[in-house]
């Protein structure tokens, strides 16, 4: 969430003083992309340990390790002072990044359901 809501919100950041919107773009200031990574960190870290806890299988953990590099890549991508580079990271982890995490659940059912 927090990742998803800095990036976004880097988009009017300049603006946002004047009009007395606070987000977390304006708190975490020029520590932004650190702390992208460390919260997309402890989002990877808790969506493992869940897998673990729940005993998935080998596609749950391919699944989640090709979204954590999808997102440590957009993450190190994105131009956080420009809005349009912004936007285009946002939107794009809408359907990628879930959609990675999803094909990994998808994969990891499937094999488990049936015998190959």
């Known amino acids: 969430m927090y990742i998803s809501d800095t990036v976004y919100a880097s988009q009017d950041k300049k ?6 919107v606070k987000s977390t773009a304006l708190l975490f ?3 932004a992309r650190l702390m992208l990574h460390i919260f997309g960190t ?3 870290a808790c ?6 806890m729940n005993k998935q299988g080998t596609w749950f953990f391919v ?22 580079s912004c936007l285009r990271c946002f939107e794009s982890n809408a359907w990628q990044f879930g959609g990675i995490v999803w094909a ?6 499937i094999t488990s359901v049936h015998v190959w």
């Open 42 to 44: 402890l989002m990877m």
């Open 104 to 109: 990994g659940l998808f994969l990891d059912y």
């Open 63 to 84: 699944g989640t390790g090709s979204a954590a590099s999808h997102l440590f890549y957009q993450t190190l991508r994105v131009d956080l002072d420009d809005p349009k």
């Open 15 to 20: 603006d946002d003083p004047k009009a007395g």
């Open 29 to 31: 200031g020029r520590y």
């Open 47 to 52: 969506l493992a340990a869940a897998g673990l």
